[in-house]
């Protein structure tokens, strides 16, 4: 069984920072990759980033390239979303979740799901 719970959200201004952590219990295998995904109410699930678990390769959405980095340290079994230059736009739930396979952008890639953090950023 795998848990991962997310932490990090909260309230900045426009052009500030946060930084999410998810945090992974229960083992983690090479073959897997960690996302970060976002939703507004009444609206889809939104890929944000991803990261291999075996050698960090990266995958961003064009709309937080640039501004957002995902990270992950294998000692601690956690993942970061490093989020810089926020828009208000950026306000969402955001949700990290764990890839078993297909595409790294689609949910139905993802296996595994944390309970999300609110950030909200206002202008």
């Known amino acids: 069984q795998v848990k991962l719970v997310e932490s990090g959200g909260g309230l900045v201004q426009a052009g500030g920072s946060l930084r999410l952590s998810c945090a992974i219990s229960?083992?983690?295998?090479?073959?897997?990759?960690m996302g970060w995904f976002r939703q507004t109410p009444g609206q889809e699930r939104q890929f944000i980033a991803a990261?291999?678990?075996?050698?960090?390769?990266?995958y961003y959405a064009d709309s937080v390239k640039g501004r957002f980095t995902i990270s992950s340290d294998k000692v601690k079994n956690t993942v970061y979303l490093q989020m810089n230059s926020l828009k208000p736009e950026d306000t969402a739930v955001y949700y990290c979740?764990?890839?078993?396979?297909?595409?790294?952008?689609?949910?139905?890639?993802?296996?595994?799901w944390g309970q999300g953090t609110q950030v909200t950023v206002s202008s």
């Open positions: 979740a764990r890839r078993f396979g297909g595409s790294y952008y689609y949910t139905t890639s993802y296996d595994y």
């Open positions: 229960g083992r983690m295998f090479d073959s897997y990759a």
């Open positions: 990261i291999t678990w075996s050698g960090g390769s990266t």
